[in-house]
């Protein structure tokens, strides 16, 4: 039987295909950030398995219908940056992560990798780690927040937190696919967890190092808007995706240095935390749109308009674990950045700040 939802693929047709041999050819599915921070990508074919980021192509695409470039001019480059085996067609294909340039020879309005990689390489002697709790929120393809009531909402929050359960918990097919996809695509993702809100999600990737923290990220959130087209699902990465007493969804940052993690690291983390505090506004210009609509010092945030800081407090800026208190040594966490908010961005300036 066809699929009833046209954007869906139909899983019984297809299967037949993908088992077909490929005669020794490679699929290189190339993705980018858009000029709206969304991922778009097209497939290559190499005549044989890839072995290093060298033998990759640098390659093209028509900036002006992603928001790129001018029609005049319209010409984008894809530099590849990374490269990760291929979840959905397996074998030696390959998702090649890319950086977008201009022809003039400079990087595009939407490349923060390049501003980023260029911090990560001055701060790399104080091996900067990552972790990213990134929070999203499915729709069904009508607009309205996936498996909720036609017509109707959820009972209130509470239930839904990590829940266990028909009726308290939605789409955990999709996540645990999404999951695998991740393990498989050699991400270092480190967990998952359903939200507060019913139909929300989180995934935290990392402890990650320098520029692969916003490359994993980047490539777990392409991983997850395939697999949940497939389930005829919309992700949205907005940070406040439904309005009303709900939880908005963020990207919390965690962050540490070589010194931080080592005996008496609190000291480090509490350093970088008045650095933080100096420079709350141009970290919020840079956290993600409509953050304002989530930072409103409800739902397990701090205001947009100042900054905060304490330990175990989820309604401060930046938390310092319970257990990195106890310990004296850890990370702190950054609980500002948007859900949407760019990786690259957030662990740009974090360094900058704190490092450089
Ligand atoms: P929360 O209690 O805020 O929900 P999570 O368990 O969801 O915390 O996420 C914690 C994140 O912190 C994970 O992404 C993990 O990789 C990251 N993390 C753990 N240790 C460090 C560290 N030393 N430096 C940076 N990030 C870390
Ligand atoms: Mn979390
Ligand atoms: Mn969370
Ligand atoms: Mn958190």
Not at 262 to 268: D, F, L, N, P, V
Request: proline share 6%; glycine share 10%; charged share 25%.
């Amino acid at each position: 039987m066809a699929s009833a939802n046209p954007f869906q693929k139909n899983a019984n047709l297809l299967a037949p295909y993908m088992q077909l041999d490929q005669r020794g050819k490679v699929q290189a599915e190339y993705i980018w950030i858009d000029g709206i921070g969304e991922i778009r990508s097209k497939t290559t074919t190499l005549d044989s398995k890839v072995k290093s980021l060298q033998e990759l192509k640098e390659w093209n695409f028509d900036g002006s219908s992603t928001e790129q470039a001018p029609g005049g001019n319209s010409d984008v480059y894809l530099r590849p940056a990374a490269y990760y085996p291929d979840p959905f067609r397996g074998g030696d294909n390959i998702i090649v992560l890319a950086e977008c340039w201009n022809n003039d020879g400079t990087p595009n309005k939407t490349n923060h990798r390049h501003a980023a990689a260029k911090a990560m390489e001055q701060a790399k002697a104080h091996k900067p780690w990552f972790g990213m709790e990134q929070e999203y929120s499915l729709f069904d393809v009508d607009g309205k927040p996936y498996g909720w009531p036609k017509g109707g909402f959820p009972g209130p929050q509470g239930p839904y937190y990590c829940g266990v359960g028909a009726g308290k918990v939605y789409a955990r097919d999709l996540i645990e696919a999404h999951y695998r996809a991740c393990l498989y695509a050699n991400i270092n993702i480190s967990g998952i967890n359903a939200e507060v809100s019913p139909s929300q999600w989180e995934f935290q990737v990392g402890p990650s190092e320098g520029i692969n923290m916003g490359d994993e990220l980047t490539v777990a959130r392409y991983i997850l808007a395939r697999v949940a087209e497939e389930w005829g699902v919309k992700v949205s990465f907005h940070p406040k995706a439904v309005p009303g007493d709900w939880n908005g969804a963020g990207c919390h940052t965690n962050f540490s240095t070589e010194e931080m993690r080592k005996e008496g690291g609190i000291k480090a983390i509490e350093a970088a935390i008045e650095k933080l505090g100096k420079r709350h506004k141009e970290h919020i210009a840079v956290y993600g749109a409509d953050n304002d609509l989530r930072l409103t010092g409800k739902h397990e945030t701090g205001h947009i308009g100042e900054f905060s800081y304490g330990v175990a407090n989820r309604g401060a800026s930046i938390r310092i674990p319970r257990h990195v208190a106890a310990q004296g040594k850890g990370y702190l966490e950054d609980r500002r950045p948007a859900s949407s908010v760019d990786p690259y961005q957030v662990t740009g300036i974090i360094v900058e700040t704190t490092l450089l």
